[in-house]
């Protein structure tokens, strides 16, 4: 393990890439609370493609030393693979089947079956990257753990909601409301807390070291 001091070119590096990177996390974050908060207000799909944007200048950096990655394949390929397939796949799948306008219990549950398939699939992206970054290091720690950290949040709500769509005639409408609507609250808190620390790691002294394996 060598310890590569993250300073002069790979400082500028880094600090331009959290920046842009986390600044477009936040964009994103502030138009989907427009969108949940503001009937009537559409703001398309820009908020995925900021996120994604984002994602993808997290995992290739503004040069090579603003890489949360390192640019290392696995971790790398990983972060962007999520990006790409969290913006794709609710469109594909919608367009997989044309909506019956019925009742259909068959389309129902193609559509459960290809959506969870949608989510473990980004499930293992996502887990993958963010233990890359974790083991890394390039983000000073306790902070490289701190996308694990928002990950579980968001997971631990996720599996929530789902045991309470499960049971959802046990618990009523009202249950799965309020998980629902806690699910939304975490995952925006997440993405939030993220992009903050990302600007605010990028504005700190001393430059972080980058861990070598």
């Known amino acids: 393990m060598i310890d590569v001091d993250a ?9 331009r890439t959290w920046i842009t990177a986390g600044v477009l996390l936040l964009a994103s974050v502030l138009l989907q609370v427009v969108t949940n908060t503001m009937p009537g207000v559409w703001t398309g799909v820009l908020p995925q493609l900021l996120f994604a944007a984002s994602l993808v200048i997290f995992a290739i950096g503004l040069g090579r030393g603003g890489s949360v990655t390192a640019r290392r394949p696995l971790g790398t390929g990983a972060l962007i693979a999520f990006a790409v397939w969290d913006l794709v ?9 044309t909506y019956p306008g019925t009742d259909d219990e068959e389309y129902f549950a193609a559509m459960r079956m290809l959506g969870t398939t949608g989510q473990v699939v980004a499930l293992i992206l996502v887990v993958i990257a963010v233990t890359q ?15 694990l950290w928002a990950l579980s949040a968001v997971v631990a709500v996720q599996v929530l909601q ?4 499960v049971a959802s005639f046990a618990v009523g409408q009202a249950a799965l409301l309020a998980v629902s609507g806690l699910f939304t609250l975490i995952s925006i808190a ?12 990028a504005t700190r002294r001393d430059p972080a ?3 070598v394996y």
Not at 7 to 15: E, F, H, K, L, Y
Not at 133 to 147: D, E, L, Q, S, T
């Open 209 to 211: 070291s980058v861990v």
């Open 89 to 97: 796949w609710p469109w594909w799948l919608m367009s997989l089947f």
């Open 133 to 147: 970054i974790g083991r890394i290091r390039v983000v000073p720690r306790p902070w490289n753990w701190a996308p």
């Open 190 to 201: 997440a993405t939030g807390f993220l992009g903050v620390l990302a600007i605010v790691l």
């Open 7 to 15: 300073s002069g070119a790979a400082s500028v590096q880094r600090r």
């Open 162 to 165: 789902n045991i309470i769509v």
